[in-house]
């Protein structure tokens, strides 16, 4: 099983600032990796896939980078909506789909 | 409009049973392998189970296999979760969820509004 461990846990980040969040996987899962912003009380949505790619609908302010077992997702002027949890997910060796433990987004 | 509706949550004591359903709409239901994630409270997200387009394959995460039942009925476009002799541990908020395309591997691009099971005595 590979385990996906992200930091920081939390991050305090001022509105307008950028925010810069890590992922590494226990091996390489390639360009595998997707991330999810998850706000309270509400499901996770997919914002990354294939590591870099945006999915629908997300704005242009969030980009995701690497390959291999170390990823970034970099949010560059952070908005109030923003201020969520965001999961990275590895999809390359399955069973088992696996999260990372998450990072809070939080405002400073 | 993609929408995935989840029902059948609820209190259930140790040792019971319960059994989630997920309604698909907007999307070739047949055509797409699903997934059941999980989220206990204050915690993060679990893989739980998967089931491919047609159902003929299941998988299961170690912490529900021989438990836990994944189903489908393509002609009703739902979802199953049969849950089985549950504990503590198994509260939590269900989601389904699809994935991207109808590759079984991609990650998931629509959630459901979740189903909270809470396993309590």
């Known amino acids: 099983e590979i385990v996906m461990t992200q930091s920081p846990a939390t991050l305090s980040v001022s509105p307008g600032e950028r925010a810069t969040l890590s992922c590494r996987a226990s091996q390489s899962v390639s360009s595998n990796l997707a991330w999810y912003q998850q706000t309270p009380g509400q499901a996770p949505r997919l914002l990354m896939y294939g590591a870099s790619t945006r999915a629908t609908g997300i704005p242009a302010r969030f980009s995701g980078s690497g390959s291999g077992i170390d990823f970034t997702l970099t949010i560059s002027s952070l908005q109030s909506e923003d201020f969520a949890v965001y999961y990275c997910?590895?999809?390359?060796?399955?069973?088992?789909?696996?999260f990372g433990q998450g990072t809070k987004v939080e405002i400073k | 409009e993609v929408q995935l509706l989840e029902s059948g949550g609820g209190l259930v004591q140790p040792g019971g049973s319960l059994r989630l359903s997920c309604s698909v709409s907007?999307?070739?239901?047949?055509?797409?392998?699903m997934h059941w994630v999980r989220q206990a409270p204050g915690k993060g997200l679990e893989w739980v189970s998967t089931i491919s387009d047609s159902g003929g394959s299941t998988y299961y995460a170690d912490s529900v296999r021989g438990r836990f039942t994944i189903s489908r009925d393509n002609s009703k476009n739902t979802l199953y979760l049969q849950m089985n002799t549950l504990r503590a541990a198994d509260t939590a908020v269900y989601y389904c969820?699809?994935?991207?395309?109808?590759?079984?591997?991609?990650?998931?691009?629509?959630w459901g509004q979740g189903a909270l099971v809470t396993v309590s005595s």
């Open positions: 997910q590895q999809y390359r060796n399955w069973p088992p789909w696996t």
């Open positions: 969820a699809k994935p991207r395309t109808t590759v079984i591997t991609n990650p998931f691009d629509y």
């Open positions: 907007g999307v070739p239901f047949s055509s797409y392998a």
